[in-house]
């Protein structure tokens, strides 16, 4: 069996064009800080979420708030040392929300793919060679969301919307963390900053 991948990519690219542009008209007034998609492909769904500036903060402060207990309870231990570099990377601090669940309207449009089910429960599905190669419906949709996030970005659909200063456009795997693929409408910086 031969999944069709540009199919994929061409039905979710039209699908979350229209979406953009039924978030902008709904929600005129939102500064729109992040737009992503949640996914598990081999469920079949997509979900596209939108997180708005304020939020975003919100949500990153909170954030750092559990960062900051966690590490005050789990590094002044004798043992601390055997965890510290996770303990201090996990969770990341960043200026946006962590997880496209905090977004401040994380599931307003999902997409179902049953092809995408069905291949992966395919006798023909391909397995991976090792432990560390990627399964192949998880890598192979990763590229399509990139994909069709750089059409998205060719085609200006962004451009309805209310950008804050930056601007993120992502993903995240079922499984895995938010994942960061392109910045848009980085601040305008007049001077570069000097190291003293």
Known sequence: ???DWQSLEDRLYEQSKAIIQQFATEHPDAICSFFAYE????????????DT???ALRMAQENEQRAIKRRNQMLTQDWSW?????ILQVPRLTDYSPDIGY?????????NFQELCDFFESDNYPQPHDDIEDDYIDGSVQIVLWKVMERLIASEAFAPLHLSAPFYIGYQLHTDGLVVLRILNWPNITQTPHCL
């Open 39 to 50: 996914t598990d492909p081999i469920e079949g769904y997509f979900v596209l979420g939108f």
């Open 82 to 86: 055997r965890t510290a570099h996770f």
């Open 103 to 111: 977004f401040a309207y994380p599931t307003y449009a999902q997409f």
């Open 1 to 3: 069996m031969i999944f």
């Open 53 to 55: 500036a304020e939020n």
